[in-house]
């Protein structure tokens, strides 16, 4: 498992540093006293976070009707299934089955996000796609990855151990480029920058200002396209230092349905903000 953010303070060493007769020394430890007080009830509360499983969902019935049985109710809080107006019967399923959905008003899978979110109860937020992209067993890891005390977890398909079954040339390339950008401009180590499937603090979307059209505005007009929230959370996150973590989690092949991926004007749009992100917000 590779981590790529530590905490700041590590935690055994403020607890036992010496005692010293200097006020400075002594005001100084009792600083780390406080930070390392507060880290520690951080991470209690992160023990009680609650989840919700954000399902975005765009005419995928056959991969809904095999993949959304896998998922267990236990492993999460809430499941909400946000549906782009799909045709082919996605939407008769999940209701006939009980969980919640609703039409998205705006088109968009980041509209789809933001409608959401009123009805979002938890703490943590994990995006999934049940197109069979996305390894259900891998939810409860990022649960647990998250509860120790990360404020994001990424199932990455690119970490050792992990692999893309999905990719063709272009995405495995776009993907590559995309995250060796982030990590040489923003100074990390990710290793799938990109992808959907993540675990989250929903505080997040806030305080890195993921629901505000200005962060997206430019590079969708200039393209006539709407993007997603991801690859700008992995950017901000990183200019934050924020703690994040990556678990191992292969890709399977699609099942049913068609990839909803825009290939000219997404890619061009993401390395936009990529570079931008250089010159722009705190
Ligand atoms: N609600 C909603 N879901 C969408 C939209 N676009 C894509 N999706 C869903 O988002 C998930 C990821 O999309 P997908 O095309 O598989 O992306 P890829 O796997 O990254 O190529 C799938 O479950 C799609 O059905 C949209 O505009 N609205
Ligand atoms: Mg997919």
């Keep these: 498992m590779t981590l790529l953010a530590t905490v700041s303070y590590p935690l055994s060493s403020l607890y036992h540093k010496p ?13 780390a006293d406080v930070i390392s007080l507060e880290e520690r009830a951080r991470l209690e509360r992160d023990k009680t976070l609650k989840v919700t499983l954000l399902i975005p969902t765009l005419n995928e019935f056959v991969g809904v009707k095999e993949i959304m049985p896998k998922i267990k109710k236990e492993w999460v809080d809430q499941i909400i299934i946000v549906d782009g107006g799909s045709t082919d019967g996605t939407m008769e399923y999940v209701k006939e089955n009980g969980y919640f959905v ?19 109860t938890g703490d943590i937020i994990i ?31 690119y970490a050792k151990g992990a692999k893309s079954y999905d990719d063709d040339i272009l995405t495995a390339f776009g ?13 990390v180590k990710y ?11 929903r505080s997040l979307i806030q305080e890195l200002d993921l629901d505000k059209d200005s962060s997206y505005s430019t590079p969708e007009r200039i393209l006539h396209t709407k993007i997603s929230w991801e ?9 934050k230092k924020l703690k994040v973590a990556d678990i191992p989690v ?18 061009t ?3 936009f903000q990529i570079l931008r992100e250089v010159f722009i917000w705190r």
């Excluded at 010293?20 to 100084?28: G, Q, R, V």
């Excluded at 609703?102 to 409608?115: D, H, L, P, S, T």
């Excluded at 290793?191 to 603090?201: E, H, L, Q, S, V």
């Design 19 to 31: 005692l010293d007769k200097e006020d400075d020394t002594i005001k100084e430890i009792c600083e």
């Design 175 to 187: 993907n590559w480029f995309g995250t060796g950008l982030v990590n040489c401009l923003y100074g």
């Design 102 to 120: 609703f039409v998205q008003k705006e088109k968009g899978i980041r509209n789809a996000y933001m409608e959401a979110l009123e009805y979002v």
């Design 231 to 239: 690859p700008l959370l992995s950017i901000r996150a990183a200019k």
């Design 269 to 271: 749009a993401y390395l």
């Design 250 to 267: 292969d890709e399977p092949r699609r099942i049913g349905g068609t990839r909803k991926l825009q290939r000219f004007n997404w890619s």
């Design 127 to 157: 995006t999934f796609s049940p197109d069979g992209n996305c390894i259900p067993e891998a939810i409860p890891l990022l649960v647990e990855k998250m509860k120790e005390g990360y404020d994001m977890v990424f199932a990455s398909r």
């Design 191 to 201: 290793t799938d920058a990109m992808g959907i499937f993540r675990a989250y603090k």
